[in-house]
Structure formats: C-alpha cells, structure tokens
C-alpha cells in the first residue's frame, strides 16, 4: 500500500511538471510549417514558370502567325522571353497545322518542360517527372503584299 502512495505520488509530480514540453510541441512543429512554407514558395516558383512558358509561347506564336518570325526561329524567341532557370531545359516545337484553305491555316507552337528545372530550388527533385506544357494555336496570316 505503501509503495503504490509513492508510486502515485511520483506520478502525479511528474504529470504536473510541465518543464521542456514548449521545446517537444517546437521540435514537432517546426518542421511541419517550415515543410509548408517551403512547399508554398515552390509552387509560386513553379506557377511563375508556367504563366512565363505560356506568355512567352502566345507571344511567339502571334509573331509567327503574322509573318514575323520564321517557325525555325521561334525556340529561341521562346526561350529568350522566359527565365534562365527555365529557358535551359524547355523544348519548342512549331507545327504548321496546314488546311486546304489557305485563309484558315494555324500554327501550333508547344512549350513544355520538366517540374523539376521549373524551380530554381532543389526542392522538387524528389517529385515524379511531371511535365509543365503549354500550347497556343494562332490562324497563320497571308503574307502582305503591299
């Protein structure tokens, strides 16, 4: 009987010792926010990529479109328009999309690029290979004859 009073009393002493608990709630918590913070600049990092990749292959394929640019220098105005992190590892493809019709000929100009070269942090490195691509469409215009 004797022993389980002290027993008890050892346990209520240390329940009610609260000293170091801040530091355990801390040492679990921290790296859960740090975690979301990191996540939540990766994704603008990756969202800036892709409106860059989009703006820079709408702007390209307009110029093509009204006989600007030659299709064949179209990955390098594609490129020099979005960032370097990006730009390095980015594939253009122009495709001609050719119709019986001349005055509805389009061009399909394709930007794509790996999620992982999207980001200038190495944080996605671990994600699966996931493919940032973007397309844009434009009716090709006849060339002006002055």
Request: charged share 10%; net charge positive; with cysteine.
């Amino acid at each position: 009987m004797m022993i389980r009073r002290l027993v008890a009393a050892r346990l209520r002493r240390v329940s009610a010792c609260q000293d170091g608990s801040v530091v355990v709630e801390f040492a679990f918590l921290v790296p859960m926010f740090t975690f979301v913070l990191f996540s939540i600049i990766e994704f603008g990092f990756v969202f800036v990529a892709y409106g860059s990749m989009h703006f820079a292959a709408a702007n390209t394929a307009r110029q093509i479109g009204v006989n600007s640019l030659t299709a064949a220098a179209a990955s390098a105005a594609v490129k020099s328009k979005m960032p370097a992190w990006v730009s390095n590892a980015a594939t253009v493809t122009t495709t001609p999309i050719v119709n019986a019709n001349p005055l509805k000929s389009s061009v399909r100009l394709t930007v794509s690029a790996p999620v992982r070269t999207a980001t200038p942090l190495p944080y996605f490195t671990l994600a699966p290979s996931w493919i940032l691509s973007t397309s844009v469409i434009v009716r090709q215009e006849l060339p002006y004859d002055g």
